[in-house]
């Protein structure tokens, strides 16, 4: 099993946070590892992770077999492992999201396994094991019932390799977000394991030896929030009875905030953040791009209730919709700011292969038309974005785009935040120990923050005074102030790096020479009424 490396640029491998710890990249394959504990015990498995260790010659001579597949910004590294293997006649199985979104990409490979692979991988198995070597495999769509899934095989991973461990608990979300790949691959009924099933990968976890930070990779954590507050009680004993072994993270929706009392269960099984997707200031554009769990509220009083029940947010906001009818830069920068949110995901907005953005831009005639491959040498909507015909001007979006990154990563304004999260962030009954093998209690000795400080490339004065402000506030927010600021070695000078790579595209646009690119022609692409059909075997 090979995981394809990601770009190298991109805002999601905090490799300067990384290295601080010693770490190599901060999340595991848990697709892959999930596909190995399906296979029959009689295969052997080796798992090699592009992004954290060299592909041997040796381990393709190994192989019988190798696995791949990943997401669009993996799609240049698994084009080409699938062509090295081919050329040395080892046959390559793909699967994945990527794959699955945009199959045609991937007909190099003598395998392509497209959806969720528990219900089909038995079949690809014996035909496999009776001499088949070329072929496609289609699962129903939103039909997998995860309660079978087994215990990924979390054996096959380094675990030192990793700023952080993943799990899974539900597939799919309710909600309808226009531009979210995650509904058409994973249905809008989340599917949840048992209580059972996520004890055992928690036990695994915890027999292997593995302490630290979990992160569950749900989509939306609270898509099913019945299912969710039943098992956060089993949780919370578990970890209790366990002497708190991990600290977690998710993903969930803004409407987290509404719940009181989920909050305090989530709190209380040992969650410290929680990504959301904010994506835009502007209530129409937020009712236009269909996530209207973000409107009717104060999103700054949303963030800052959860922040009063102890976890810090990173969160996800998107430039370049079709409904921004002027500068979005300004209230954008202010939501963030008022929301005290340090760490911002502000990326372009991006028409994913397989959502509904991308079927109305196909509709409308405005897609470019290479843009459902991974464009060379780009790691992430930031540098890759707007890939389609704008109705705002290209150049505006860009400005503004531009504008926001400025501010936001600013070393005094992005102190400015951390400063005012400590004053909201409600530490009160967490541990303050970290268990023994965590790697983050490095981060927890002062020589550690005097070493994270001077490798910050500027506004070192400045830290200090958010840190020692921080510490006489709120000395319980420490941790996470530290992890931020750990972050912030990271998408600091990531944010220099996407602003000058758009800096050119805006030279070029304000010069004549930017050439858009050629659009596909309009088509007539319907809605999914139901679900897709089996195809097996085609
Ligand atoms: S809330 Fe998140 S996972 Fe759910 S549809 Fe919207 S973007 Fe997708």
């Excluded at 052997?44 to 696995?67: F, K």
């Excluded at 215990?151 to 909600?175: A, H, T």
Aim: aromatic share 10%.
């Amino acid at each position: 099993m090979i995981y394809p490396r990601f770009m190298a640029d991109s805002f999601w491998n905090f490799s300067e946070a990384c290295e601080l710890v010693g770490a190599r990249y901060p999340a595991i394959p848990l697709g892959l590892i999930t596909v190995a504990a399906l296979l029959p015990k009689s295969w052997n498995v080796r798992l090699v992770n592009r992004n954290t260790e060299e592909l041997a010659e040796s381990d393709l001579d190994w192989a019988d077999m190798v696995m791949t597949g990943g997401m669009l910004f993996q799609q240049a590294d698994s084009l080409e492992l699938i062509d090295m293997c081919r050329a040395r006649g080892l046959p390559v199985v793909v699967g994945g999201p990527d794959a699955t979104s945009s199959p045609h990409r991937y007909e190099s490979a003598n395998f392509r396994i497209l959806g969720e692979v528990e219900d089909i991988i038995g079949q690809f198995i014996a035909d496999w094991e009776q001499g088949t070597r070329e072929g496609t495999y289609v699962a129903p769509k939103f039909q997998v019932d995860v309660t079978k899934t087994p215990v990924p095989r979390f054996d096959l991973l380094k675990f030192e390799q990793y700023l952080y461990i993943g799990v899974q608990f539900s597939r799919g979300c309710p909600f309808t977000c226009e531009f979210c790949d995650i509904i058409e691959l994973y249905g809008r009924s989340p599917r949840t394991k048992t209580h059972d099933q996520m004890l055992a990968e928690l036990e695994a976890l915890y027999q292997l030896g593995y302490r630290g930070h979990v992160d569950f990779v749900d989509d939306n954590l609270i898509g099913n929030k019945k299912a969710i507050k039943a098992f956060l009680p089993v949780l919370e004993n578990w970890i209790a009875q366990h002497d708190y072994p991990f600290e977690f993270t998710t993903e969930a929706s803004l409407n987290l905030a509404d719940d009181g009392e989920l909050l305090a269960m989530l709190k209380r099984s040992n969650f410290f953040a929680i990504f959301v997707g904010i994506e835009s200031p502007d209530t129409e554009t937020l009712i236009a791009m269909r996530k209207k769990q973000n409107t009717r509220r104060s999103i700054p009083e949303s963030v800052h209730k959860i922040y009063h029940a102890g976890m810090f947010v990173t969160a996800g906001f998107i430039v370049g919709f079709d409904s921004e009818r002027g500068s979005v830069a300004e209230p954008m920068v202010e939501l963030i700011e008022e929301s005290a949110i340090p760490i911002a995901m502000v990326g372009l907005l991006y028409a994913l292969p397989n959502t509904q953005l991308t079927r109305r831009l196909a509709r409308e005639g405005r897609l470019h038309v290479d843009h459902d491959s991974a464009p060379a040498g780009k790691g992430d909507q930031c540098t890759a974005g707007v890939n389609y015909e704008t109705k705002r001007s290209r150049l505006e979006i860009l400005r503004d785009y531009r504008k926001i990154l400025e501010r936001i990563y600013d070393p005094d304004a992005f102190c400015g935040r951390l400063e005012r999260l400590a004053g909201m962030l409600d530490c009160s009954g967490r541990r303050k120990e970290l268990p023994e093998g965590d790697i983050r209690r490095r981060l927890s000795t002062i020589n550690m923050v005097h070493e994270l400080l001077s490798r910050l490339p500027e506004g070192r004065e400045r830290f200090w005074k958010a840190f020692t402000t921080c510490m006489s506030k709120n000395p319980q927010s420490v941790r996470a102030i530290v992890t931020l600021m750990a972050f912030y070695l990271h998408v600091g000078p990531y944010s220099r790096y996407v602003m000058k790579q758009i800096d050119r595209q805006i030279e070029d646009l304000e010069a004549g020479r930017f050439v858009a690119p050629k659009l596909l022609p309009a088509v007539a692409v319907p809605e999914p009424t139901a679900p897709v059909p089996v195809a097996v075997n085609a």
